[in-house]
Antibody, heavy 118, light 106 residues
Framework: QVQLRESGPGLVKPSETLSLNCTVS????????WSWIRQSPGEGLEWIGYVYYSGSTNYNPSLKSRVSISIDTSKNRFSLKLAAVTAADTATYYC????????????WGQGTRVTVSS | SSELTQDPVVSVDLGQTIRLTCQGDSLTKSFVSWYQQKPGQAPLLVIFAKSSRPSGIPDRFSGSSYGNTASLTITGAQAEDEADYYC??????????FGTGTRVTV
């Protein structure tokens, strides 16, 4: 079955770069979009961006200047980098698969909590 | 940027029907999806493409849309339906956007 698993540091210092990986199993990454979504404590869901298996990307305009998402299909993995983090970037970060051209998220990772603090 | 607005809290009695709404001027209705999120869990897709249900989602969940409003209806709400619900769509610029979320209490 399709599984996604986030990994990365749970604590990042202010002004540094947050880096997370999402490892995908049970499915080929080809022909899909792969996305990052976050949720601040007690808040709603926020789309961060997505990457196509070919490497093309699209980002949330509010985060675009700080975000980079890449993909390595040979390792069945895609990654998130968020630069110059502040306390406002403290959140649970989810990776998810986009359901083709229907633009729904059909498979999600369990989420990883990232705290920005010195 | 686009916004999708949902009622913050909706209450329903056990077994009754509830309709959650999602309003947005740039809503691309064919791409509307709905997610259920319980505390400490990742969101779960319950409706995609406006009105389709993924495998395993009970048929008491249904979706529809009219004008700039999309709806999720739970017919015969169960205790396990108590959760946060988020709508989602793709706007005219190709960006993905979530609604503000509705907390459903049963």
């Amino acid at each position: 079955q399709v599984q996604l698993r986030e990994s990365g540091p749970g604590l990042v210092k202010p002004s540094e770069t947050l880096s997370l990986n999402c490892t995908v199993s049970g499915v080929s990454m080809s022909s899909y979009y792969w996305s990052w979504i976050r949720q601040s404590p007690g808040e709603g869901l926020e789309w961060i961006g997505y990457v196509y298996y070919s490497g093309s990307t699209n980002y949330n305009p509010s985060l675009k200047s700080r975000v980079s998402i890449s993909i390595d299909t040979s390792k069945n993995r895609f990654s998130l980098k968020l630069a110059a983090v502040t306390a406002a970037d403290t959140a649970t970060y989810y990776c998810a698969r986009v359901m083709g051209q229907l633009w729904a998220f059909d498979y999600w990772g369990q989420g990883t909590r990232v705290t920005v603090s010195s | 940027s686009s916004e999708l607005t949902q009622d913050p809290v909706v209450s329903v009695d056990l077994g009754q029907t509830i309709r959650l709404t999602c309003q947005g001027d740039s809503l691309t209705k064919s791409f509307v999806s709905w997610y259920q999120q319980k505390p400490g869990q990742a969101p779960l897709l319950v409706i995609f493409a406006k009105s389709s249900r993924p495998s395993g989602i009970p048929d008491r969940f249904s979706g529809s849309s009219y004008g700039n409003t999309a709806s999720l209806t739970i017919t015969g709400a169960q205790a396990e339906d108590e959760a946060d619900y988020y709508c989602h769509s793709r706007d005219n610029s190709g960006n993905l956007v979530f609604g503000t979320g509705t907390r459903v209490t049963v």
